[in-house]
């Protein structure tokens, strides 16, 4: 159940419906909202080495911590989702499907091209 | 299908995993790559008024700019989550019942406080 | 004095020279940590309503955590461009002049385009 | 005379009233702002490996890509702190000398603490 991103976002709708937050909820502030929780995530790691994934899961805090800031992400993310009424699992496979095409798998470039 | 978020991890880290990016996708990386991603969102909502939902669906350029910055957020957010063996649907319903006892909805505080 | 802006990048640069955190200082660092000050900014207007400067300049609380974030982020800006040898002063001076030149002043486009 | 904070701080003003652009600087829209380029410097970096600053010195287009970036960063932080009256200058030399009292330079503990 908790897999089901449109039970997900229908439940962070109702969080935001029960306190009449729709006033604050405008996209704008969404987007700056997404943006400040990111910026949480990035400060767990402005300091540290850049470790590979294995390192990191080993680190039973920061990865705690990392939890938290990619959930803050995703509420607010399935907000602005619902508040301008997009699918968001379609939008995302389909972005997947694009990359796919745009760095193909037998000659992939880096990520930076 | 496209609303199992489970699904939608595991496509997205194929999609890695076929272009050995893994050396790429490193935390601390991908913290930076959600963040790049959520202020291509903020940069499109940055000059305009500060605009109800209503008006901003009405708006299918906004609109459709804004669900292609979502899928970019939402990919980075699967691979983090997938690097770090992070269950994200239940740490998301985890955090919307955290604030919904943080946030008494008889009584909302602005989400200021 | 403190208007001058290589003595103040000269003091940030001792400062940091003083703790031996040039390791730390590497421009990836410090571009997340510009980044991450630049959000705690953020995070005092993101459920605000969009007000005029004069509305703002009259909150003195606001215009006083406006200006913490502010210093922290040209530290950090100061201290990157100290350590990639950039002269911060001419590069803003000649950013303002091909900005001037990209928006003509007898028919200002809006900042969107 | 590049060095000079406010005279640089004046010459952006000067940019911004010329194109009646008031109306766009609002306080909440520069946040924005700020945030904006400073993650179009974390996109720089996003990809990279960590290096020290010596190694990114050397990268000539790393280096001026940078350059333009925190010029960006500094005309909107100029900004903002024209649109309300605040001394940067000052409010960044009275933060080094906080943070030098923050973090004793005899005993100098991790950026992290």
Redesign the interface.
Known sequence: M???????QA??AE?VA?????E??????L???????????????????????AA??ENEEL?EA???E??????Y??S??D??????????????EA??ER?P?DD?P???E
């Open positions: 908790t897999d089901d991103l449109t039970e997900i439940r962070q969080f029960e306190r009449d937050w729709e604050y909820h405008r996209p704008k502030n987007a700056m909202a997404i943006s400040v929780e990111a910026s949480e995530l990035v400060e767990l790691y402005q300091w540290r080495e850049s470790e590979l994934s990191c899961r990865r990392t939890r938290e990619l959930a803050d992400i995703l509420c993310t399935l602005l989702a508040q301008l009424n997009i699918d968001l699992g379609t939008a995302t496979v389909e972005k997947i990359n796919s760095y798998a992939p880096s990520p930076m």
